[in-house]
């Protein structure tokens, strides 16, 4: 058992899923593509913008040779499956430098990793842009795709190769792995990377101000939340309030409402909302 630091945290993922042995091998898992590269480009954009909102890449690699993109994301946000399809297609309209020709030179594969889980509770989603017959065939057109993975979602059922790679991640996620569950020589390497040992003074802080961002965040969330049911609570009082005006006291209406008195006659004299 060795203690790591957790691919939770974008500076860590990013640490270990940039080198370009690695990066090739999860690809390799994920696709089936073999791609030839030597280098792993952090924080990509696309200058000029191609889209009002520009879209930035987490890891970004190019095999000019195959003709294929490969961007992996990771992120968890309320509208992730909308922003990804949003910053794949962005990496498609980059490549359309004519009127006459819309056939991008590259295939496009985003990867998203979803290390805090998703609503659908799958361990792997795809986005398939392939158009088919109705028979379930593919026409070889447009062979686009957007793979999403969520780790905290594996299970035995999960098919190789993806099944090693998911329980990787998601075993570094409590900070301690056992590295002898692994034969793959790529997740080895991760887990050296990743040690605490190796962790720089200058990753801690970013992994600190990343937890100190999602504590905020979430706080944020859990307030707005509450607002938003007293909010509610609070108009279906007035609703009633008002349903009963005809027939009720305004006293008897503030005792049976919760509201208060002086509430309730603002609600009469239609001062009130």
């Known amino acids: 058992m060795i203690e790591v630091a957790s691919l939770h945290y974008d500076v860590i993922f990013k640490k270990a899923f940039s080198k370009p042995t690695i990066f090739i091998a999860f ?3 994920m696709t089936g593509i073999t791609l030839e590269i030597n280098k792993v480009e952090t924080e990509k ?3 000029p913008a191609v889209v009002k ?6 890891l970004f690699a190019e095999d000019k040779k195959n003709r294929i993109i490969v961007d992996i994301q990771h992120k968890r946000l309320p509208d992730h499956y909308d922003q990804f399809l949003h910053y794949h297609c962005a990496a498609l309209l980059e490549q359309v430098t004519s009127a006459y020709d819309y056939k991008p030179r590259m295939q496009v594969f985003t990867i998203v990793v979803l290390t805090s889980g998703d609503k659908h509770k799958t361990d792997i989603a795809i986005t398939d842009f392939e158009p088919k017959k109705l028979n379930g065939n593919g026409l070889g057109e447009t062979k686009h795709k957007i793979i999403y993975i969520c780790p905290k979602y594996v299970s035995d059922k999960t098919p190789e190769p993806y099944q090693q790679w998911l329980k990787a991640i998601n075993d570094s996620l409590d900070e301690q792995v056992d590295e002898t569950n692994y034969q793959n020589q790529q997740i080895k390497e991760i ?11 200058t990753e801690y802080a970013r992994m600190k101000d990343e937890y100190s961002n999602e504590q905020y965040d979430k706080e944020n969330k859990e307030k707005a939340k509450k607002e938003g049911i007293k909010e509610g609570e609070q108009k279906e009082k007035i609703e009633i309030a008002r349903s009963l005006l005809d027939i009720l006291e305004v006293d008897v209406i503030a005792l049976k409402t919760g509201l208060t008195v002086i509430e309730v006659q603002k609600i009469k004299t239609r001062d009130y909302s």
């Open 191 to 201: 887990f050296s990377l990743i040690k605490k040992d190796n962790t720089t003074p």
């Open 53 to 58: 909102v520009n879209s930035h890449f987490d």
């Open 45 to 47: 954009y696309f200058l």
């Open 27 to 29: 690809v390799k898992a």
